[in-house]
Every structure is written in C-alpha cells, then in structure tokens.
C-alpha cells in the first residue's frame, strides 16, 4: 500500500456557494459563458440559491468585483468570465495579461479560489470555439474547475 497522500477536489457541488462576475463585453459571447457556467455547477449540485452573478463592463473590471466577493466571506469559490478578442491593437493583449494576473492576485490576497474563465481569442472564430461549439464552454469547464478547487480547499483546511 502506498505512503503517498494524495489531495484532490471532489466535484460535488451541493452546499458550496459560487460568485461569478462576467462581462458585458463582448455579451454575444459571455451570455454563452454564463449559461455554461451556470449549467455545470448545478449538474454538478450547485444550487441555484448559492449562486450570485454580477456583470461589470468590461474584464478590466472582474478582479475588483471578485475581490469584493470574495472579502464578503459568503462565497467557497468564485469565477471570471469575460472574452477578450484581438483586434488592430495590442490592447487585448493588455487587458489579457492584466487580468489574469489580478484574478491571479485575488486569489492569493483572499485566499479562495478564482477560477479564470476568460476566453482570450484570435478572432472572432476562435471565440466562438470556445464559447460552446467545437472547443467547449469556457465557462463550463471553469464551473468544473470552481467545484473541484472549493472542495480541494476545504479538504485541506482552512
Ligand atoms: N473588454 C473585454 O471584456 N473584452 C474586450 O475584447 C475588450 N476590448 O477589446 O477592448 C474590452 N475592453 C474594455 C475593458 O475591459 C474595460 O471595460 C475598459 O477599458 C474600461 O476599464
């Protein structure tokens, strides 16, 4: 029998309470997200009554509101969702880069998880790829992820 110990998250969702902010940005894309987002915690038990949802303007504006979020103590895990697609300037590029470090940066500052589900696109088809056709659901696979971290996190104490 092995010595080794071994953690890892469970992806039973019920009793864990979720924040999610996402993007009106771009919403032709982040409404698919949402809805991915939404579908995979309650498949995976979420209840809908765990579940808080806050749209911001932009991805520059995720990490605040998570940060909010996550400083009200009520949330077990939280989630970005924004697309961010690139066009004739760097912008995308820094908001990319900006955000996923900030998300990155809530989730040390406050130590809960904050699951980056932000699409970082080529163009527009590469969004639609991962928006819920031929690559997934972003926001799908980051409600997996969020479940998966919540009960990691508490399997290892707080
Ligand atoms: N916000 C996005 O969520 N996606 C984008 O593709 C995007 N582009 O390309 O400009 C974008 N810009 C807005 C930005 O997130 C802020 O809302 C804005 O800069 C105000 O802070």
Excluded at 19 to 30: E, K, L, M, Q, V
Excluded at 39 to 49: F, N, T
Excluded at 129 to 137: D, I, M, P, Q, Y
């Amino acid at each position: 029998m092995s010595a080794v110990r071994e953690l890892s998250g469970n992806l039973i969702g019920k009793g864990l309470r979720v924040g999610i902010a996402i993007s009106r940005f771009n919403d032709f894309f982040t409404k698919e997200l949402k809805g991915g987002a939404l579908d995979g915690l309650i498949r995976h038990g979420v209840m809908e009554k765990d579940i808080v949802v806050a749209w911001v303007p932009g991805a520059n504006e995720l990490p605040l509101v998570l940060q909010k979020m996550a400083e009200s103590g009520k949330f077990d895990a939280l989630i970005g969702l924004g697309v961010v697609i690139q066009g004739a300037t760097a912008h995308a590029d820094l908001i990319n880069g900006q955000v996923s470090r900030s998300l990155a940066k809530v989730a040390m500052d406050t130590h809960l998880p904050v699951i980056n589900g932000v699409v970082c696109a080529g163009n527009l088809e590469q969004a639609i790829e991962r928006c819920g056709s031929k690559a997934g659901n972003k926001g799908w696979s980051a409600a997996e992820a969020a479940v998966e971290m919540a009960n990691l996190y508490r399997e290892m104490g707080s």
